[in-house]
């Protein structure tokens, strides 16, 4: 099992970062917790880039804590489910 951590800026990307605004995020009740300092993803295209950085395929085990809207965990059952990015 590999554990990893990685950090990637919008800039890596090459397009701007996501209009939505956290008054949008709000809305839709997921507030964020300054307490615990919570980050959500938005932008799928971002998470693609991490999930594919990774190097995950069908035969890792991945642990996911706090998975907030589930747009990651969306990625990850892509990939080690049906082995495709």
Known sequence: MILATLCVSHSALK??????SWRESSQS????????????FKDQRLVELIVRRLNIGPNDFVY?????????????????ITGGV
């Open 15 to 20: 397009s701007p970062p996501p209009a939505a």
């Open 29 to 40: 009740k997921m507030r964020k917790s300054i307490l615990y300092n919570q980050n959500f």
């Open 64 to 80: 996911e804590i706090g998975p907030g809207r589930g747009i990651i965990t969306a990625w990850f059952y892509r990939v080690l």
